[in-house]
């Protein structure tokens, strides 16, 4: 089997994810689903992944299609096996009559039969094919979560430490709980880098001094605390599938938790801050001002 399909991968795994939803509806195993996304060439169109549209639209789409594609297996089928079409199951990459086992053709028979063969389909329309365009119907999908940050500051140098970092987070019906879990870790790592470290700075003649690595500060291993997820499986009205987006989850909780666990242990100083990122010496200069 082949899915061409309009959402692009960067590395998040969506290739993955999409097949894992074409071999849970139509029950094939997975290395006998390729996927091909980015290639003009086959799949000339397409809105990319932003806005964590990847699973909410793309996997939507890809369900939809499956399922549509596991109706003409059983129609072709029931005509090769002199069955109804509504006794026709999916099984094992195989189309069997319900209650009958022995009576099945495995996907392969049934392609070759298909191309090869299709004189013996009794007119029924010689097709593997299903092609499904999806527009979310409602507009708008939102993940719901909650995320936690326990932060220490050290006053003596304005340096801040997060101790610990605790999120919950509702995607919807999730499809690969591994994929999700790196979503969710990446986008925490990366608001930690916005809320403690990445600036960009500019002298008076609007010169970025920030350009490289060397003076743009990303957060390392030794930077990211601990991460704790929790997930919840709230399927998401009127999208096929039930799925929402994950991918910005960490990345739009992280800087406002953490700006609050630092003003939380700056508050029994009289101290408050607002602007990130939330540097050693923003700290200090705040901490000189109220003294």
């Not at 061409?4 to 290739?15: D, E, M």
């Not at 630092?262 to 101290?271: E, F, M, R, S």
Request: with cysteine; hydrophobic share 45%.
């Amino acid at each position: 089997m082949t899915a061409l399909v309009g959402v692009t991968t960067q590395g998040q795994g969506t290739h993955t994810a999409l097949a894992q939803i074409i071999a849970d509806e139509l029950d094939v195993p997975l290395d006998h689903i390729a996927v091909i996304s980015g290639d003009t060439a086959v799949v000339p169109y397409g809105g990319g992944t932003w806005a964590s549209r990847g699973i909410s639209i793309g996997g939507s789409a890809t369900l939809l299609a499956a399922r549509a594609l596991g109706e003409r297996i059983r129609t072709i089928a029931a005509t090769l096996l002199e069955a109804h079409a509504a006794d026709i199951e999916l099984a094992h990459g195989c189309a069997v009559v319900r209650g009958s086992p022995e009576r099945g053709l495995s996907f392969g028979d049934l392609a070759r039969t298909v191309h090869f063969r299709s004189n013996e389909l009794r007119g029924v329309e010689p097709s593997l094919e299903a092609t499904v365009h999806y527009t979310n119907p409602s507009a708008w999908t939102f993940t719901n979560g909650a995320h936690l940050a326990v932060a220490e500051i050290d006053v003596e140098t304005g340096k801040v430490r997060v101790l610990r970092y605790v999120a919950v987070d509702d995607c919807g019906r999730i499809v690969n709980p591994a994929l999700v879990e790196g979503q969710i870790a990446g986008g925490i790592a990366q608001g930690l880098g916005g809320a403690l470290s990445e600036h960009c700075v500019y002298d008076d003649a609007g010169q970025l001094l920030s350009a490289t690595l060397m003076d743009y500060a990303l957060p390392t291993f030794a930077d990211v605390p601990p991460i704790e997820t929790h997930h919840l499986e709230t399927p998401a009205p009127g999208i096929a599938g039930g799925f929402k987006g994950a991918g910005e989850a960490g990345a739009t909780g992280a800087p406002a938790a953490i700006l609050n666990a630092v003003n939380d242990a700056l508050a029994p100083l009289g101290v408050m801050l607002t602007d990130q990122p939330i540097t050693p010496e923003r700290v200090m200069r705040a901490l000189r001002q109220k003294r």
